[in-house]
Antibody, heavy 118, light 108 residues
Framework: EVQLVESGGGLVQPGRSLRLSCAAS????????MHWVRQAPGKGLVWVSR????????TYADSVKGRFTISRDNAKNTLFLQMNSLRAEDTAVYYCAKDSRAGSFDYWGQGTLVTVSS | EVVLTQSPGTLSLSPGERATLSCRASQSVSSTYLAWYHQKPGQAPRLLIY???SRATGIPDRFSGSGSGTDFTLTISRLEPEDFAVYYCQQFGSSSYTFGQGTKLEIK
């Protein structure tokens, strides 16, 4: 059974950093692109970033480019999102999601809430 | 960036009725990369349809997707109580992914 479990969220002040983790199980992580998708309170879904299977290629949404870094440790079955220079508008539930190989996301974690506030 | 516009914003129907949800793209989208999800309160989204018309694993056949180019449709043939949720369409193209703003399907 595929499982994705995020952790690392919390309350952080504007301008500070936070690192999210996503522990994957039930599939071979290195065989799949992985993504982060976020959802601000009461709002819709927004794709944030993706990384290929061996971690050599990444893509970011314009809103986080230069501030966020996606990475992975396939040996530890874990995906990461390093978030720097956080802003109030980064407040959201952050989901990690597995790529379906068809341009969609077939498995999602339960999400971790990041709140950026002073 | 491709903008996806979903309609209606809210759809009020009764169990047993048929639901038709629309997703319109600002430019042509490959059918291969058009998906639908639903999301219940407090839960993560769940993939329903990928490739515009293929049901994801474990999705009942009352859910169907259709469309091409800029106009796509999700149809739920007979609504069950568990189908009332927010529905999102999503596309992939030019190394970017976008979602529609969502359609809330509520019990009438």
């Amino acid at each position: 059974e595929v499982q994705l479990v995020e952790s690392g969220g919390g309350l952080v002040q504007p301008g500070r950093s936070l690192r999210l983790s996503c522990a994957a199980s039930g599939f071979t992580l290195s065989n799949y692109w992985m993504h982060w998708v976020r959802q601000a309170p009461g709002k819709g879904l927004v794709w944030v970033s993706r990384i290929n299977g061996d971690g050599t290629y990444t893509t970011y949404a314009d809103s986080v480019k230069g501030r966020f870094t996606i990475s992975r440790d396939n040996a530890k079955n874990t995906l990461f999102l390093q978030m720097n220079s956080l802003r109030a508008e980064d407040t959201a539930v952050y989901y990690c999601a597995k790529d379906s190989r068809a341009g969609s996301f077939d498995y999602w974690g339960q999400g971790t809430l990041v709140t950026v506030s002073s | 960036e491709v903008v996806l516009t979903q309609s209606p914003g809210t759809l009020s129907l009764s169990p047993g009725e048929r639901a038709t949800l629309s997703c319109r793209a600002s430019q042509s989208v490959s059918s291969t990369y058009l998906a639908w999800y639903h999301q219940k309160p407090g839960q993560a989204p769940r993939l329903l349809i990928y490739g515009a018309s293929s049901r994801a694993t474990g999705i009942p056949d009352r859910f169907s997707g259709s469309g091409s180019g800029t106009d796509f449709t999700l149809t739920i043939s007979r609504l069950e109580p568990e189908d009332f949720a927010v529905y999102y369409c999503q596309q992939f193209g030019s190394s970017s992914y976008t979602f529609g703003q969502g359609t809330k399907l509520e019990i009438k």
